[in-house]
């Protein structure tokens, strides 16, 4: 069965530190998606990233990298610099590509909070 | 850029009564879902819609619950008989073909009192 494990529930950094955020993922399907997504207080889901299972190149857009490694299983998500702004709870996702869907499968988010 | 549009934001409605939660998927997206968040918990599937049919749906859809699309544009979630539990965030998306990626909607903010 997917899973998507989000170990830190919590997280509070002082702006300007960097900070990652880990994402652990099982699934026995070779050809999957992986996601992150931010949640900001106003409760939208805002699209971060989508990489799939043969792609594992790491990723940087601007403050924000994505490290995947499938030997360990893991999609973690780097925020360089931190702003206030990046307080939000953060989710990864985890897509299962069956016949009949695309359904996401969602860790249960770390909440990120930038103290000023 | 274009966006999947939830109506209402927010609904407050009685216990036992019918809610209908509405959405405007992408005109030219395929694939429709529904998916579920209670307060401070993570995001759950609920129903993915495909081809005027439920591909596939949780266990949490249960027979209280149901989608339409009724005109082509709009695809609803109807929950028939609310209950307090049912009280969470319900999120509409859509994407272009089953390996695209997802727009999710802003989601409608179900209160059952």
């Known amino acids: 069965a997917q899973k998507v494990t989000q170990a830190q529930t919590e997280i509070s950094v002082v702006e300007k530190e960097d900070v990652t955020l880990d994402c652990v993922y099982e699934t026995r399907d070779t050809t999957y998606y992986l996601f992150w997504y931010k949640q900001p207080p106003s409760g939208e889901l805002v699209f971060l990233i989508r990489r799939n299972s043969f792609d594992e190149q790491n990723e940087i857009s601007g403050r924000y990298s994505w490290n995947f490694q499938k030997s360990t299983s893991s999609f973690n998500f780097t925020i360089t610099a931190s702003q206030v702004v990046d307080s939000a709870v953060y989710f990864c996702?985890?897509?299962?590509?069956?016949?009949?869907?695309?359904?996401?499968?969602f860790g249960s988010g770390t909440r990120l909070l930038v103290r000023p | 850029e274009p966006e999947v549009t939830q109506t209402p934001s927010h609904q407050v409605t009685q216990m036992g009564q019918e809610v209908i939660l509405r959405c405007v998927p992408i005109s030219n997206h395929l694939y429709f879902y529904w998916y579920r968040q209670i307060l401070g918990q993570k995001v759950e599937f609920l129903v993915s819609f495909y081809n005027n049919e439920i591909s596939e749906k949780s266990e949490i859809f249960d027979d209280q619950f149901s989608v339409e699309r009724p005109d082509g544009s709009n695809f609803t979630l109807k929950i028939r008989s609310t209950k307090l539990e049912d009280s969470a965030m319900y999120f509409c998306a859509s994407n272009p073909g089953r390996e695209d990626g997802y727009t999710f909607g802003s989601g409608t903010r179900l209160t059952v009192v």
């Open positions: 996702a985890l897509s299962e590509v069956t016949d009949s869907s695309y359904k996401l499968i």
